[in-house]
């Protein structure tokens, strides 16, 4: 596989988990939600293998998300 089908897969990957976790954290802004999608996804950036980043960044990123903002009822983590 070619690193940019690969950077495309991951980009959509991380487009989905931002779906997500709007719709988990309704109450927050998009941008609160994806800022710390993005802050996260970066902090992997010079990772050499990138087959679980998108799964990471959505389990770094909900973890954030319910300190900062309190936990959501009925979510599994």
Do not use: Y
């Not at 976790?21 to 941008?31: I, N």
């Not at 802050?39 to 959505?58: G, W």
């Amino acid at each position: 596989m070619t690193v940019s089908i690969r950077q495309n897969r991951e980009d959509h990957a991380i487009t989905q988990v931002c779906e997500r976790l709007r719709t988990v954290f309704g109450d927050r802004s998009r941008s609160e939600v994806d800022g710390v999608v993005t802050r996260v996804t970066a902090s992997f950036t010079t990772a050499r293998i990138r087959d679980f980043v998108p799964l990471l960044v959505e389990r770094i990123s909900r973890d954030e998300l319910s300190h900062r903002f309190g936990p959501v009822r009925g979510l599994r983590c």
